[in-house]
């Protein structure tokens, strides 16, 4: 009876696991500081009401990001499809790419409208 190679792998990451938590324990760190005891948070010091509010812009940028975003995973497969061998029939070529120019027709109207009302200007 042969062991599971996945067996072997949950085995030999348990115990990495395990020893990274063991040694943690056993070798704390020697100096105790309120620096060195202070949480981690992303860089920024953690004094005060976590509950700031965020200017309007960082939710902007991020919505723009995620609408251009998902842009890129709707081209890349036309792309990968369009062109090559066994993807879209010839006779849908042109019906499609004129689709793809309207969709990117749309999508360069909305960057034109977010570039004249001021989303990329930072004051």
Known sequence: MSI?????YVVVLMAVVGTNLLLAHIIPPRKRTS????????GMDPIGDARQ??????????ILFLVFDVELLF???????AYSSGGLPRELRGTVFAVMLAFIATLVIAYIYAWRKGVFRWR
Not at 4 to 8: D, G, I, Q
Not at 53 to 62: C, E, G, L, N, S
Not at 75 to 81: D, H, N, R
């Open 4 to 8: 599971s190679p996945l067996l072997v």
């Open 35 to 42: 620096v060195k005891e202070m949480p981690y948070e992303s």
């Open 53 to 62: 509010p965020y200017d309007v812009k960082f939710y902007i940028v991020a």
């Open 75 to 81: 081209l890349y497969p036309w792309a990968v499809a």
